[in-house]
Each structure stands twice: as structure tokens, then as C-alpha cells.
């Protein structure tokens, strides 16, 4: 399924980074830059790589034929970064054959930690009691996650090294775990206000974004922040997700999630009228979903709304890649989903893949415009 047009939207913003990437090229340069807001850094956002497809495609639990030609262009691409929030693996409670799964979700990744780019990582339900449902039952054991991927330390008690956060030349980046405050009777079918309060989200990263003198905010965790194709999402605890949209339409902040095997691009407006983009990539190899939101953050008074502007999601041929993230000097941004898919999906032996190409793009500027006033 596409909703929304196959090409960029054009705008005198993406000209000028058009113009100066043509005059990179004739005169050497190497960075994207015009008059007024030089590039300050450019970073990758994927999610969900658990195996999927013809048994060529995977190995060990990660779709690794994705992975690794995501990892490529990656590397290729030469950016400073990349975010992963969760679902690396299949994943299981057997501690080594998890640890296993992580080891061969880092050797298709090679060439990213080749080139020296730092990755950084949330967990996802298939790191958090994967064979017991987890959207529903109480924490296990993390040692083998946090051993594989060692994070900043910097978050609350309980989640240091699944919460944390850092800097980057004019940007706040902060990740969070969705998994380690739930308890017992969490509820992935409710989105009523006091709904799960408090389990989705530490109050450490409304504190993290509210501190936070850096020019442009980015946040990223696994689940998105409204139902799509699952009902489990950052709004089964709506207290905490009303939360962050404040704090981000107050910091200049947009969201990353995956979960859903799909690409989504859109914009919530805050009860203040600030809108804040959020995109799903949840496009790292896992197949597709087809969309099934009806656009909807919830319906109590003072709820926020949702604009969705673009979906490139199909079951029978899924859309792979990630999400190119230019960052400039005046703390505007540029989006581009870099995507493919196989040539014939699923086949038992056939991994070949199209091109990757520009599938979307977009520009900050432009998903600020034409707010719409938040429901009360």
C-alpha cells in the first residue's frame, strides 16, 4: 500500500539542498550545505530485523540478506550514526542462544561497525520475554542484552543502558525502554487516560528533554505512538504519550519507533497546537504489515491528533530500508527513506534485490506547516 505521492514534495528548502549537492559534486565537496545552514550531521534510523522471508534470506533469527545491504549503504553513506530501536532478532529465553542471535545480527551490521559509526539501540518485545508474550508479563533478566550492546549509563535506576541519553553537535538524543516499568496487569488493548500509568515511559525522559539546551530534540523506542497494525503502542499508556508530545513540541522534537513492519511519516499536534513529526521505520527486514490505522490518537478531551502523510507498507512485497536524516547548523532537518525490496520476496533460494532508491522525502519546514488545532 502508498498512500500519499511516490515523489518527494518539492520546496525551496529541498532546492537549495538539491543546488548545493549539485555543486559538491562539480566543485569536490562533500557535504550537503547552502547559505545560512551548513550541514551540521547526518544519521540513520531503522528497526525490525527479526528473520523473515525464504530461509536464504535469514540466518540465526535476523533477516541478514536486509540487514547486511542496509548496513552497506549505510557505511556508504558515510553518516555519523545510527539508531535501532529493538526487534534485532527473533529472540529467545535461552540466554546464549540469545546472545547467539545478537552475534549474528552485529556480523550482517559489520559493515556500519567497520566504518567506526557508533549504533545505538533499544530494546523491542522480541528482547523482552519474546516466548511469553511480553507485551503483557513482568521483566526478565536483561544481562545478555546490555553485555551485547553496551549503552550510555546515564539513565534511572532500573533502566541504565536501556534508558540514556547523549549529545551530538547541536542535537539531544534520547532513547527509552518501553518494557522495564510494566507490571503484571499491563493492558496492550487499553489507550484511556490512566491507562498503564507510568509503565511505558521513566519520568527521567520528560526531565531529559525538559533540561536539554541542544537546538533539536530526537527520541526514538520501539513501539509508535499510535495504533497502526498492532494495538500495542506508546498510547496504552496515553498519560506518558501526551507527556512526551508536550515536551517535544516544546524542544523542537520528533519521535522514531518501529514495531510495526511498515514506513509511516506523520505529525501529531499537542493540546498547545504544536505539531510533532513522527516516523515509523519499521523496515529492517521483517516483511510488511498492511496499514491499519484509522489515524486516531485517542478521543478524550485534550487528546492530541494525528496527521498521517505518507505509508509505504505490502504484505506480499515488502518495502525494506531506512530513514537518511540530515541535520543542518540552524537545527532544521531533511528526511529521506532510502528503500528496496526483493525481487521476488520469499523465494527459497532467489535473494536478489532492486535498487535502493529514494522512496520519500521531506524537510522539517515542511511538516511544521498547516498545524491543526488539537482537540479539548
Known sequence: MILGNHLPVVSPFVCRCVIAAALGAIFGGSSLAFAGA?????????????????????????????????????????????????????????????????KSWKKAMAPVYDAGIPVYVTRGNHEYRPSRHGAKNPDSPVGTFLQSFPMPLNGPAGEKGLTYSFGYKNARFIAFDQYAGRQPGFDNTRFAPGANRGQMMNRWVLDE????????????????????????????????????LRALGS??????????????RGVFTDVEGRRVPAFVVGTGGAGNYDYKGDGSAGTYPGAPRYQLQKVLANRDNPYFGYLLVTVYADNSWRAEFRGFRFN?????????????????AVTSTEMAAKSVPASR
Not at 216 to 240: I, K, Q, Y
Request: aromatic fraction near 6%.
Open 38 to 102: 551548513p550541514v551540521s550531521f547526518r544519521f540513520a534510523v531503522t528497526d525490525d530485523s527479526r528473520a523473515e522471508g525464504g530461509w536464504a534470506a535469514r540466518d540465526n533469527g535476523v533477516a541478514t540478506v536486509v540487514v547486511n545491504a542496509i548496513a552497506r549503504d549505510i557505511a556508504a553513506q558515510r553518516l555519523d550514526l545510527v539508531l535501532f530501536p529493538g526487534d534485532m532478532a527473533s529472540g529467545t529465553n535461552d540466554p546464549q542462544r540469545e546472545e547467539s542471535m545478537l
Open 209 to 244: 528533554i525538559e533540561r536539554s539546551s541542544s537546538g533539536v530534540t530526537f527520541v526514538m523506542g520501539h513501539e509508535m505512538l499510535t495504533p497502526s497494525s498492532h494495538t500495542d503502542c506508546l498510547a496504552n499508556d496515553p498519560d506518558s504519550r501526551d507527556a512526551l
Open 251 to 264: 524542544h523542537n522534537g520528533t519521535y522514531f519507533a518501529g514495531h510495526d513492519h511498515l514506513y509511516l
Open 344 to 360: 521476488k520476496w520469499g523465494d527459497a533460494s532467489d535473494v536478489s534485490l532492486s535498487p535502493i532508491t529514494v522512496l520519500d
